[in-house]
């Protein structure tokens, strides 16, 4: 079964995603840019279309999908890198250059079972924020 891969061009490491996390955001995004529909003294609909270049939003998430405590934590070093630049492989082939989506949220996890002292293996569940750039 192949996984997600997302690779840190910046520095050549990478991090193997379960297949199971799901890109909840998928089909959320549109190409198109249309503006607020306005109208003139006549009754004409004065209306504005663009092509996005870029931002499209990739959201990693799954209940059920568990990671270890260690693969938050490198992500989370990742997200305070400037300028970060990943290429993410979905696992059906498709790659996206992306970086995080630190205006929202790069990370969002909490542990399946919390218990102290907190070990790298611990299973934590969550989101992985991102956006193509």
Not at 6 to 15: A, K, P, T
Not at 57 to 69: D, F, S
Not at 80 to 103: I, N, P, Q, S, V
Request: charged share 20%.
């Amino acid at each position: 079964m192949a996984n997600w891969t997302l690779e840190n061009i910046n520095n050549g490491d990478s991090i193997e995603l379960p297949q199971d996390l799901h890109w909840i955001d998928e089909f959320e995004w549109s190409d198109l840019a249309q503006s607020t529909p306005v109208y003139t003294l006549g009754g004409s609909v004065i209306l504005q279309q663009s092509t996005k270049q870029s931002g499209r939003p990739i959201t990693l998430a799954g209940e059920w999908v568990w990671l270890q405590r260690g693969d938050y934590e490198k992500l989370q070093a990742w997200s305070a890198e400037a300028k970060l630049h990943m290429r993410l492989t979905h696992y059906d082939g498709r790659e996206f250059m992306t970086t995080f989506r630190t205006h929202d949220k790069a990370i969002d996890c909490e542990p399946v079972l919390y218990r102290t002292p907190e070990l790298i293996t611990d299973q934590y569940t969550g989101s992985i924020n991102l956006m193509v750039i």
